[in-house]
């Protein structure tokens, strides 16, 4: 077998990237995506069928009537490089009009933009007809003083056009460690001020979204049982893959909703897809979801699992384009829960997908700018999508080496521009604790341009 330059063996860059020898040619014929595919919700469906009623869950602490299906105004429409407004405005009209009625932005999504275009396309309706929820994103320490915190709160109020926020969240708590909880949230009394604005009405539900350590998830909670903090409310990454995540409890949603179900707090549900992995699997596994329900997306399947458990108050899905809205309408209205049988089916699908395993990334964008240039989540998704198609092949042995390795190549140098590639990856670590999915960013770089490398100087064939 060749060897890579650096004295790795493909072999053994396919190993550190989990894939081992599966990717060969043969084994994955059934990966391909159906160019058919019309919708990042998994397939081709029709959306010519009328929701029914939404399904709603009551939130114990206010009694608030929360719809199943929330709208997560992280990937909003665009029009050029600016946010298309009028597209945001009618999404937003059309979720209002079939029951959905929880908005969930921050003022770092869409480049700072969202919050402004959230509180431009809800204003047109009645106050008392939807719940805003956002965060304090204050992740520089530039923002951890206590007066440039509240200013961040008070912006948020300001373009989102309201007098109060029904969900406020401290913003992805556990990067970073008990440290940087206490940085960004506890010596400056940030949450003491908080709680303050909970008492006088300006926040109606107080709570925190998770990634990372589950120290600090932990630690939280301590301060919920002692009674320091009341939490309203939590949101976590749940999906049918991270439900038994073997990597730990930090991920292990079965854990971190237990936690949350024994105390009776109520459990906000993010990437429920997987940053829409969930919705485009593999054929061979595909083909045993549509078999089981022919009429319905693969993405239908993720937000019932996610929805499925009681304490579940909303299921968030960043829905860019009319098609995402109307098949998520049509899985939560109404809701469908998943029976044991169903879950039982998912979980054995979820470790079936673990011999295919791509990086977890969900492009969010946290790891943004990359102080060197480099387009971190599109060199991720091009080496996915390759994954997918089956254009990462183990051995110039492999029928289809010289097609695979063309796609790859040719691909990558279309969607990165060569001075965005992996090659330019110093090792800075800067990314790393800004990543929600714990991915070793430097090292999956360095393994991918190593790859990279090995293909370019095998000219046969391409």
Known sequence: ???FSKKIERRDFLKKLGLGGVVAGAALAGCNRRATDKLANGNDVSTDREPGEMTYRVNPNTGDRV????YGMMRLPQRGRDLDQDAINELVDHALKHG?????????????????????????????SYFIATKLSNFAPSTWPLQESIKMFE?????????????LLLHSVGGGGIANLN???????????????????????LGFSFHGDVEVYDHLLAMHDRGEVHWDFVQIQHNYVDWHNPEGNAKRSEYLYGELERRGIPAVVMEPLLGGR????????????????????LASWAFRFAGTQPGILTVLSGMTYMEHLQDNLLTYSPFEPCTDEEIDFLIHTAVLLDRYPLVPCTKCQYCMPCPYGLNIPAIFEHYNKCVNEGNVAESTA???????????????????????????????????????QSIKIPQRLHDIDTYVESLKRETNGF
């Open 1 to 3: 077998m060749d060897k």
């Open 398 to 436: 492999d029928p289809d080496y010289a097609k695979a390795r063309r796609a790859f190549l040719i691909g990558y140098d279309r969607s990165v521009p060569k001075l965005r590639q992996a090659s330019h990856c110093t090792g800075c670590g800067e990314c790393l604790s800004h990543c929600p």
């Open 183 to 205: 940085d960004r949230f506890i010596n400056n009394k940030l949450l003491d001020y908080l709680k303050e604005q909970r008492a006088n009405g300006r926040i109606r539900n």
């Open 100 to 128: 959905v009625n929880y908005f969930d932005t921050s003022p770092m999504y869409c480049k700072g933009e969202s919050e402004r275009a959230t509180g431009i396309a809800l204003s047109r309706h009645p106050r008392e």
């Open 155 to 167: 912006n948020s109020l300001e373009y989102l056009q309201t007098t109060y926020i029904d969900y």
């Open 278 to 297: 969930l919705s485009h699997l593999p054929d061979h596994l595909a083909n045993t979801l549509k078999e089981r329900k022919p009429g319905n997306s």
């Open 67 to 70: 719809s199943l299906l929330g």
